[in-house]
Nanobody, 122 residues
Framework: QVQLVESGGGLVQAGDSLRLSCAAS????????MAWFRQAPGKEREFLAA???????RYADSVKGRFAIFRDNSKNTVYLQMNSLKPEDTAVYYC????????????????WGQGTQVTVSS
């Protein structure tokens, strides 16, 4: 069974930075596309960023220039570097393994982690 475990969330102030980690197991990590999503209370799950196994990346317009996705294949881990955080970034952040044809649709991701909470105060 594929396992994804997110970590690195916490409580920060506006303008701060965080780096989230997602450790994957029981997959051929260097052959899959992975992504980060987030979900705030009362809102739909939102695509943030994806990274192909060849390191091609894609970002949502809302986070371009602030967030960066990267991976370390030797550690089976994907990261989300978040800079210049804003209160509206407050959400539970999830990583996922892509299984469908699109980059940004939650239904095209089969495996999900449990999420890590990010709270940004002002």
């Amino acid at each position: 069974q594929v396992q994804l475990v997110e970590s690195g969330g916490g409580l920060v102030q506006a303008g701060d930075s965080l780096r989230l980690s997602c450790a994957a197991s029981e997959i051929t990590f260097n052959s899959v596309t992975m992504a980060w999503f987030r979900q705030a209370p009362g809102k739909e799950r939102e695509f943030l960023a994806a990274i192909h196994w060849r390191d091609v990346t894609r970002y949502a317009d809302s986070v371009k220039g602030r967030f960066a996705i990267f991976r370390d294949n030797s550690k089976n881990t994907v990261y989300l570097q978040m800079n210049s955080l804003k209160p509206e970034d407050t959400a539970v952040y999830y990583c996922a393994v892509k299984t469908g044809s699109t980059w940004s649709t939650p239904g095209d991701y089969r495996y999900w982690g449990q999420g890590t909470q990010v709270t940004v105060s002002s």
